[in-house]
T-cell receptor, first 112, second 113 residues
């Protein structure tokens, strides 16, 4: 596809379970970003990958959150032992530079 | 912590009217981005402004960066129903890294036909 894709589009899980969210960026984009958007809030930065550099993890809210990017392309955001406050829309974006240019449609995560 | 205040939070107007939304901060930004987000979709980058006083036009949308690079405005002329959406501004700090991009909470705009 031509755009950023994310899967699943919706995820409902029980408190305490682990979840994996996937992002397929635009082919060739060196930068990949994960953000979280809660109702009534702005986008909250989570993590940033740029090429082969070490990722900027400064936005991850706790050690339950981790992300990896394999082969400079697909990225997976993992949330362990989910909590109700983790419920949000998780957005992935890609670009060539330091500003997210193209966002995916997001994964809506609901933790019961 | 840098904060971006957007106003108004909600705006509902009739088709054909003009409107302006604002993005204000006490912090200086190296650049400022405007995005539009529709329900169920991710934000779409509309414009980046980098120079104090800069004005950019995108069809009926006019974006302005304040002289001191602390604020910005988005003016829409003759609004259309297709302009409906959540408008987000995001400022980049001098470091320019992704962690330095601060998003406002957005302006929900509804254009009624």
């Amino acid at each position: 596809g031509a755009g950023v894709s994310q899967s699943p589009s919706n995820k409902v899980t029980e408190k305490g379970k682990d979840v994996e969210l996937r992002c397929d960026p635009i082919s060739g984009h060196t930068a990949l970003y994960w953000y979280r958007q809660s109702l009534g809030q702005g986008l909250e930065f989570l993590i940033y990958f740029q090429g082969n550099s070490a990722p900027d993890k400064s936005g991850l809210p706790s050690d339950r959150f981790s992300a990896e990017r394999t082969g400079g392309s697909v990225s997976t955001l993992t949330i362990q032992r989910t909590q109700q406050e983790d419920s949000a829309v998780y957005l992935c974006a890609s670009s060539f530079g330091r500003v997210p240019q193209y966002f995916g449609p997001g994964t809506r995560l609901t933790v019961l | 912590t840098q904060l971006l205040e957007q106003s108004p939070q909600f705006l509902s107007i009739q088709e054909g009217e003009n409107l302006t939304v604002y993005c204000n901060s006490s912090s200086v930004f190296s650049s400022l981005q405007w995005y539009r987000q529709e329900p169920g979709e991710g934000p779409v980058l509309l414009v980046t402004v980098v120079t104090g006083g800069e004005v950019k036009k995108l069809k009926r949308l006019t974006f302005q960066f304040g002289d001191a690079r602390k604020d910005s405005s988005l003016h829409i002329t003759a609004a259309q129903p297709g302009d409906t959406g959540l408008y987000l501004c995001a400022g980049a700090d001098s470091g320019g890294g992704a962690d330095g991009l601060t998003f406002g909470k957005g302006t929900h705009l509804i254009i009624q036909p």
